[in-house]
Every structure is written in structure tokens, then in C-alpha cells.
Nanobody
Framework: VQLVESGGGLVQAGGSLRLSCAAS????????TAWFRQAPGKEREFVVA????????RYADSVKGRFTISRDNAKSTMYLQMSTLKPDDTATYYC????????????????????WGQGTQVTVSS
């Protein structure tokens, strides 16, 4: 499966952005997916994951209550609605996918994902 992120940009602290991850090449409903991010000089970190059906989600503590993940399997697209953004959210955001037929399973470790997008930059100014 191929993944392409979009929606990044420059936003002031407290603002919002919505990222999209468009998938192609296979049935999107067969994949558990997630968002990761990497800031300059830091390791890639888990942000949020969603199961193939969308029924199960898992959030990093740092984004709980501010970010919302969703997916539309009919459109082969995953979304990340980010609100109340902080300068610490500045990073390149990557979507990832892992083949998983169990519809409620989520993965949260980057080593569990086989497919990655090219990333989209999010910059939050103070």
C-alpha cells in the first residue's frame, strides 16, 4: 500500500490543522494505521493509532484531548484533526500502515508498521 500525507503547514499556537493520509494499492480496511511524528534532533514518536475498522483508537498522552484520529475506509483515507496546537507539536508527521485482518487491533510501535508516507511538516509558532 502507498501512503501520501497532506495538510501540514504553519499555524499559530492555539490553532488547528487537519492532516490527511491517502492510501492506494490495496484495500485500506485491511490495515491498522497510525500517525507518528519526528521533530528535528529527536526520535520519531507515536502520536495516535486506529484499528482497521476505526472502532479502536490509542492516543499518546501528549495529544489526548487535543488530537482526534479518524478514517474513512470507503475513501481509503485517514485523518488527524489537531486542535489547541502547541509549539512542541512542531514536527514532520508521518502516517503508517500495517496489514491486519483483525478489525479492532491497533499498533503503537513504529517497528510494527511496514508502510510509511513521506511526511508532512507541521510548524506551530508561539
Amino acid at each position: 500500500v502507498q501512503l501520501v500525507e497532506s495538510g501540514g503547514g504553519l499555524v499559530q499556537a492555539g490553532g488547528s490543522l487537519r492532516l490527511s493520509c491517502a492510501a492506494s494499492g490495496d484495500a485500506f480496511s485491511n490495515y491498522a494505521t497510525a500517525w507518528f511524528r519526528q521533530a528535528p534532533g529527536k526520535e520519531r514518536e507515536f502520536v495516535v493509532a486506529i484499528s482497521p475498522s476505526g472502532a479502536t483508537t490509542r492516543y499518546a498522552d501528549s495529544v489526548k484531548g487535543r488530537f482526534t484520529i479518524s478514517r474513512d475506509n470507503a475513501k481509503s483515507t485517514m485523518y488527524l484533526q489537531m486542535s489547541t496546537l502547541k509549539p512542541d507539536d512542531t514536527a514532520t508527521y508521518y502516517c503508517a500502515a500495517a496489514y491486519q485482518r483483525l478489525t479492532i487491533v491497533v499498533f503503537t510501535r513504529d517497528t510494527q508498521f511496514d508502510y510509511w508516507g513521506q511526511g508532512t511538516q507541521v510548524t506551530v509558532s508561539s
